[in-house]
Structure formats: C-alpha cells, structure tokens
C-alpha cells in the first residue's frame, strides 16, 4: 500500500501538468481560430482544476492513460469548421509530446549534472515519469475512436459521402474505445510508441548532456 500510495504522488504532478497543458492548447488554438468559447468559460488557463475530470484523472494515474474534462468549442463560429476542428483537435496531443520531450531532456539532464539526495532525489523521477504521462496522454488522444482528439482529425479526410457512414461510427464510439482497452488492444499500441518516443527524447538529452560536459 505505501509504495502504490507513493506512486500516485510521484504521477501526481506529471497528470496535472498534462491535462492542464492538453487543455489549454485546445482553447488557444479556438481562440486563435475565432472561438472564445473556452475563454469565456474560464479553460483558456493552465490551472489543472478548471480541466479535472475524477474519472479520467483516476485513469490516468492507474493505468497510464485517461483524459481531462473537454474544452467547450462552437464550430459554428470557426471560419473553416471541418478543418479548424481538426487543428483544435491536434493541439492538444502536440501540446502533450512537446511537454514530454523537454521534462524527459530535463530528466538527462539533471541526472548527469547532479547528484541528488533525500528528499530531492524524487525530483527526476517525477520529471521523467512527467514525460511518460504526457507522451501517453499525446498517444492515447491520437487514436482515432471517437470521442478522442484523433477522431476529429481523422474526420477532416472522411469523403462527404461518407460521412453518414462515419456519423453511425461515432454513436458507438466510446463503446468501441472500452472494449479495445478492455481487450488490451489499446495497451498493445500505445506502449512502443510512448516507449520510442521517450527512448528519442533520452538520445536527445544525452547527447546534450555530452555537449555541455566537453570542454
């Protein structure tokens, strides 16, 4: 029980920091898009509690992926709904694997600059469990099942004649999504992806860490 409890604090900051930089993305790129919706309601901010959503906190902090409370969005007042929505969309899992790299940099780097001790020994632990957090956020949002983000940009390629067929997909979406993690399909991708993507951002950060050591 203790070392479980210690888990969750150590993900604690990592979840918080993702979903409020997930988040804010969306309602940036609204914003920038003509959409002041999510301003309006108070999710233009990087204040983790405006996103929290108890089930999809709980998730991501047991199981590695899960999702914050969604921001607002009117279409109706995007110039180019279709195509805006999915910029929206990709803002946010970018948001997330740009976050993901620079905590996992920052991980290399204070390991090989430092020697931490007590309490501060945890810090790059929590930076780089930080960056598994978002890369798993990123990831888990790009797959293309509704209701998450990679749905609305696989959505902007769906042919208009197809798009019946498309809309009877999305009724049944979140039924989809939790029989695939339910059948460890999801788990099964996600896990090389975020795994290579933090393996690029270590090569990245000891090759830094190399540069700044040589004289």
Do not use: C
């Amino acid at each position: 029980m203790p070392s479980t409890f210690i888990t969750l604090i150590l993900r604690l900051p990592g979840f918080l920091l993702a979903i409020s930089v997930h988040e804010y993305a969306h309602a940036r790129m609204a914003y920038q898009l003509g959409d002041d919706t999510a301003e309006l309601s108070g999710r233009m901010t990087l204040e983790p509690w405006a996103h929290f959503d108890i089930i999809g906190a709980l998730m991501l902090l047991v199981v590695g992926f899960g999702w914050a409370r969604p921001v607002p969005v009117d279409p109706y007042r995007l110039r180019n709904p279709r195509r805006d929505m999915a910029k929206i969309a990709f803002a946010g899992p970018l948001a997330n694997l740009i976050t993901a790299f620079v905590l996992e940099i920052a991980t290399i780097l204070l390991f090989t600059a430092h020697r931490f001790s007590g309490a501060w020994s945890y810090i790059p632990i929590v930076l780089s469990v930080g960056a598994r957090i978002n890369a798993g956020l990123a990831v888990f949002n790009l797959i293309p099942v509704p209701p998450l983000d990679g749905s609305r940009i696989l959505e902007l390629y769906i042919p208009y004649r197809a798009q019946h067929i498309w809309d009877e997909f999305q009724r049944y979406g979140f039924i989809i999504l939790v029989a695939l993690l339910m059948l460890g399909v999801i788990s099964a991708v996600m896990e090389p992806l975020v795994t290579g993507y933090i393996g690029l951002a270590q090569k990245v950060g000891l090759s830094l860490s190399l540069l700044f050591r040589s004289p």
